[in-house]
């Protein structure tokens, strides 16, 4: 099955065609959370980027994806945190967890198809281990085992750091790797370099029954054992995962597997997403900077954040702060609003004026035919997303320029070019919500219920205008009123088009809508700030002017 896609592919640092194993079957691991404190941007910046990935290959390229993610529930990190609060580790586990993946549906991950926890594992990972120390790639000592790095470079079919060589000498990230309740066993190993598949369980600490004592796994082993268990079979096509851990952490896990199988490849492509800074910098507790899931949603909704990472290279270091959601806001409202104004201006195509298609129509297909190979193009490059959203861009523009000089637009074209825009950013996890079908096709929604009175009521108020340019100012005030404070009670915003034009109306929801005149409404009370802020008046009278200004303004 071959698309023409080609990805980064980290073990060969490259971009390769990306041909799975079997037909369109995509068999993927993804490395999941460490469940112990809330989940932050860094998490967000990761998953969200292999979800797009992960909805541009099942959407747009039909792929079959078959995805398993493991979540950390056994770790130096979560019995530190257990003993800080005095509960158990499973407790503080469960808790952290459902925090994470309430954080992933707040930002609209999908679910992947299998989660799988170390705690559930223990027997297939204590199988795994002493398959590797019987293959004489992992040697036990004082009840931990580790894996043996020199024995393992010593077989010709094997290859230890295959994704960063540059790193194997690096004791600090061997270090880290191994949790902070394990430093003081250096003395066991071979070799510094040696990592733990089990650790000899202290006092107070988790403990399963297993040929070499009680004790835990170690933290690399857990993926190894847990994607085999599922997937049965290798390579796997895809595993992916933040670039911080390429090394060790992925390394030692393709070390892991390699061993088990006694194979040169256990991998075919791994994808790792870029580094998230904010301006510039690692983001820490100590620097004041980490900033949680859950705040962030607070200030911005999901599609925003969403439209955010898509605008950015998913493999690039990732700079994020708030001057970088501006941008992100006025392109996701750009597409909004073309929905919504492509979906009225196909109702509102009249099927009996003539069908013949003129230069401007051509010319707007034309460019559709353009952009759906360019788009195409960048898809296959990398999930290109960036390119993508510009290249609608200009998509849309011409469709908008369609929309202003054409009298007798065509509901043929327009259904064609907004299905396709449509479909390529459901593709990419936008817009998902929005239907382009006609109310009378959309039978049992809201916008189905009112689309007839709406249709009456728009021409009643047409006809009024009408008449008030004959009559008196009060009938436009009448409408006005109509437009501002009924009609948004019914989730419409109805919208004049100028003079002899008849207005178009757009079922937004009540809530949406409500949220948009209320931050139009906050930016009409700034700029009056503003302006009293430069008249020299005394602070009383001046504090009194913003008071009735915002008063009117309610």
């Not at 078959?66 to 990190?77: A, G, L």
């Not at 004592?213 to 096509?237: Q, T, V």
């Not at 959309?442 to 009175?453: H, K, L, Q, R, V």
Request: glycine content about 4%; charged content about 30%.
């Amino acid at each position: 099955y071959r698309t023409g896609l080609h990805v980064h592919n980290s073990l060969t640092r490259k971009k390769e065609e990306f041909i799975p194993v079997k037909g369109n079957i995509v068999n993927w691991y993804i490395c999941g959370p460490t469940v112990y404190e809330d989940s932050h941007m860094g998490h967000a910046r990761n998953y969200l980027a292999f979800d797009n990935i992960r909805r541009i290959m099942e959407t747009y390229f039909q792929y079959d994806i078959r995805m398993v993610m493991n979540v950390t529930d056994i770790d130096d990190k979560i019995i530190l945190r257990a003993r800080e609060q005095g509960k158990g580790t499973g407790e503080i586990a469960r808790y952290w967890e459902k925090s994470f993946f309430d954080d992933m549906e707040a930002l609209g991950v999908k679910s992947p198809d299998c989660i799988v926890r170390v705690s559930e594992h223990i027997p297939e990972i204590i199988e795994y281990i002493d398959t590797i120390v019987k293959k004489g790639y992992a040697y036990p000592s004082n009840g931990s085992v580790y894996f043996d790095i020199e024995s393992f470079k010593k077989n010709d079919k094997h290859v230890y750091a295959k994704l960063d060589p540059g790193s194997i000498k690096d004791v600090s990230k061997y270090k880290e790797s191994e949790g902070v309740l394990g430093l003081e066993l250096k003395s066991e190993k071979k070799s510094p370099f040696d990592f733990a598949l089990w650790k000899k369980s202290k006092q107070d600490e988790p403990k399963w029954s297993s040929p070499w004592g009680e004790g835990r796994p170690g933290w690399h082993i857990e993926c190894s054992a847990m994607a085999s268990n599922f997937f049965k079979k290798y390579p796997l096509d895809i595993h992916s995962g933040g670039v911080d851990l390429k090394f060790p952490h992925h390394d030692n896990e393709m070390a892991q597997s390699e061993a088990y199988y006694d194979c040169s490849n256990w991998i075919n492509y791994f994808l790792h997403s870029g580094h998230l800074e904010i301006k510039g910098l690692k983001m820490s507790k100590s620097l004041k900077n980490f900033i949680t899931i859950k705040n962030t949603l607070k200030k911005y909704n999901s599609r925003q954040i969403r439209m955010m990472i898509l605008m950015h290279k998913w493999d690039a270091t990732f700079n994020y702060s708030e001057e970088a959601m501006p941008e992100a806001i006025k392109k996701d409202r750009q597409f909004y609003e073309f929905l919504l104004k492509a979906k009225t201006a196909i109702r509102n195509c009249q099927i009996e004026k003539e069908q013949k298609w003129d230069h401007k129509d051509h010319e707007l297909y034309s460019k559709f035919d353009q952009q759906k190979i360019y788009i195409h193009v960048a898809f296959c490059d990398n999930f290109d997303t960036p390119t993508v959203l510009k290249l609608l861009s200009d998509l849309i523009s011409a469709t908008n320029t369609y929309l202003s000089k054409q009298p007798n637009l065509k509901a043929t074209i327009l259904a064609k070019v907004a299905d396709y825009i449509k479909f390529v950013l459901s593709s990419m996890g936008l817009y998902t919500d929005i239907s382009l079908e006609s109310a009378d096709k959309n039978i049992g929604s809201e916008e189905a219920f009112i689309s007839p009175y709406m249709g009456i009521l728009s021409k009643f108020r047409d006809q009024i205008k009408e008449s008030a340019n004959k009559g008196p100012k009060a009938i436009f005030e009448l409408c006005d009123t109509l437009r501002d404070e009924h009609l948004p009670e019914l989730g419409i915003r109805l919208e004049d088009q100028g003079k002899n034009k008849p207005a178009v109306w757009k079922f937004e929801g009540k809530e949406k809508l409500h949220a948009s005149l209320l931050m139009k409404r906050e930016e009409r009370i700034k700029k009056e700030e503003l302006k009293l802020s430069l008249i020299h008046i005394s602070e009383p009278t001046r504090r009194y002017a913003i008071s009735y200004a915002v008063f009117c303004l309610k």
